[in-house]
């Protein structure tokens, strides 16, 4: 039987990771390394039976693709994306910036077509290129979008760094409760991070807000007002004492001491954060498979 879970996910950061070996260490933009990250969640994705297509742009001065996938039935009018941004920077194979992230949704996706549940609204999947060279994927999407399409568009959940190896577990505070920083996120976000926070808590983890602070792939979709929210288990931020009371790890040291560096291979990933966020993941597909707002 095919893997399901956490485990399927680990299975794809591996194939990630000798994709990245097989092509200079890397998976970044314009690199081969990307494009065969793409062709190898692109067949995983065809052969679940969704919808998938292409698209090209160009970013610092090479060709570079967008991944979409959809599922061929549910509402057009209503469509919840799920995106993760798939390139890595040179330095590295990105495995847990974004492996992470973009084999989530994979994997929550194919879980979904493996349900043989058709969901009501449509789910798409979106997989990013070049948002290492600054959001140019899902900048290049939004912006080619008619705006009839994108008010078929009802949310939008981002998925970057879901497995840091010293995590936090945040969610893109789109209510705006510490009442600082970038502002609450359109209308509707507050409840994408209420599903993500009352999921994670379900699973006994107590969550803190992120800012929408423009560091990766929701900032087009909040430019033009489309709700938006995901998690994140922190980058380059150092862990403070009472975070590590609370979700365990090392004080004083980053979430991710290999952001962005050579190290951030197949062995930069918690598991039990993955699991967790994964989780998270599927329960929020499987509620907006079926109603954004929520009743
Ligand atoms: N987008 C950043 C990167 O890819 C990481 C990040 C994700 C920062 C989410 C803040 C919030 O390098
Ligand atoms: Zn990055
Ligand atoms: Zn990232
Ligand atoms: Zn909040």
């Avoid at 209420?194 to 929701?218: H, I, M, P, Q, W």
């Avoid at 975070?243 to 290999?258: I, N």
Wanted: glycine residues 14%; proline residues 4%.
């Amino acid at each position: 039987a095919p893997l399901t879970g956490v485990a399927a996910v680990q299975d794809h950061l591996q194939e990630l990771q000798k994709i990245a070996e097989a092509n200079g260490g890397n998976r970044a933009a314009g690199q081969p390394g990307y494009k065969a990250s793409l062709d190898y969640i692109k067949a995983q994705l065809d052969g679940a039976g969704f919808t998938t297509s292409v698209q090209e742009f160009d970013s610092m001065g090479g060709t570079t693709y967008n991944l979409l996938a959809e599922t061929p039935g549910g509402d057009a009018n209503n469509v919840v994306v799920f995106g993760a941004h798939l390139d890595s920077v040179s330095r590295g194979a990105g495995i847990n910036d974004n492996g992470t992230g973009s084999a989530a949704i994979l994997q929550a996706a194919l879980d979904y077509a493996g349900s043989g549940a058709t969901p009501k609204n449509k789910l798409r999947f979106a997989f990013w290129g070049a948002e290492e060279e600054g959001l140019v994927g899902s900048t290049h999407y939004v912006e080619s979008l008619p705006q009839a399409e994108r008010d078929q568009i009802a949310a939008y959940l981002n998925f970057d760094m879901v497995g840091s190896p010293n995590a936090g577990y945040f969610t893109y505070d789109g209510d705006d409760s510490d009442g600082e920083g970038a502002g609450p996120g359109p209308e509707g976000s507050a409840q994408i991070e209420k599903l993500l926070n009352d999921s994670l808590a379900a699973a006994g983890v107590e969550t803190e807000g992120t800012d929408f602070d423009g560091r990766s792939d929701y900032g087009p979709f909040i430019e033009v007002g489309i709700p938006a929210g995901g998690t994140f288990t922190g980058a380059e931020e150092t862990k403070s004492e009472e975070q590590a009371q609370k979700w365990g790890g090392q004080a004083g040291e980053a979430f991710d001491p290999c952001y962005h560096q050579a190290c951030d291979t197949i062995d930069n990933v918690d598991t039990q954060a993955l699991d967790r966020n994964l989780q998270a993941i599927n329960a929020a597909v499987t509620t907006y498979a079926e109603q954004f707002p929520q009743p």
